[in-house]
């Protein structure tokens, strides 16, 4: 299947959302104006890259951009620079085509060439194919080899700490 994967820009931002909300099971994502103000601002939180077919592929509602990437970098003082992969999401009709391959590995790209050492990124437990993806791909379970345990604050809780 012919498609391209690019550099996300503002007007990306509409089918991104549209893909987030497909994509995800909880009642609360991000609109495109959180995405337009979080990831194309003078300092943005995230960079991202779509999946683009041409017209003649585009899916029964008429979408071209059928898969996206987003990521952003850290830092690690054990490892030093690394990237993060936050989401990486393409159509179920466009599945097994070689597009989530082709996003994963721009975001590798996108991190040697800033230096990074490592690509972070979490899945659901429940979501097998894609762990068996990953794992095709050399990524490991860091739960089951070093042992960390992935933590939140959020809401309340965060309000409270943040309280001197």
């Known amino acids: 299947m012919d498609f391209s994967i690019r550099a996300a820009n503002v007007e990306d931002c509409k089918d991104i959302a549209r893909m987030i909300r497909v994509s995800k099971t909880r009642a609360h994502v991000r609109t495109e104006r959180h995405l337009e103000q979080d990831g194309f601002s003078k300092n943005p939180f995230f960079h991202g890259i779509v999946a683009e077919v041409p017209e003649q592929h585009r899916t029964k509602e008429g979408h071209t951009k059928i898969g996206y990437a987003l990521y952003f970098y850290s830092y690690s003082s054990w490892a030093g620079r690394a990237i993060y992969m936050e989401d990486l999401y393409v159509m179920p009709e466009f599945r097994g085509k070689g ?9 590798a790209q996108l991190g040697l060439a ?4 490592q690509l972070n990124f979490t899945v659901l437990d429940c979501n097998k194919s894609s762990v068996d993806f990953y794992l095709s791909q050399g990524c490991f379970d860091i739960t089951d080899k070093i042992g960390y345990h992935c933590m939140r604050c959020e809401g309340e809780a965060l309000e409270h700490l943040a309280q001197p």
């Open 99 to 107: 597009i989530g391959k082709a996003l994963m590995s721009k975001v």
């Open 114 to 117: 800033a230096g990074c050492n």
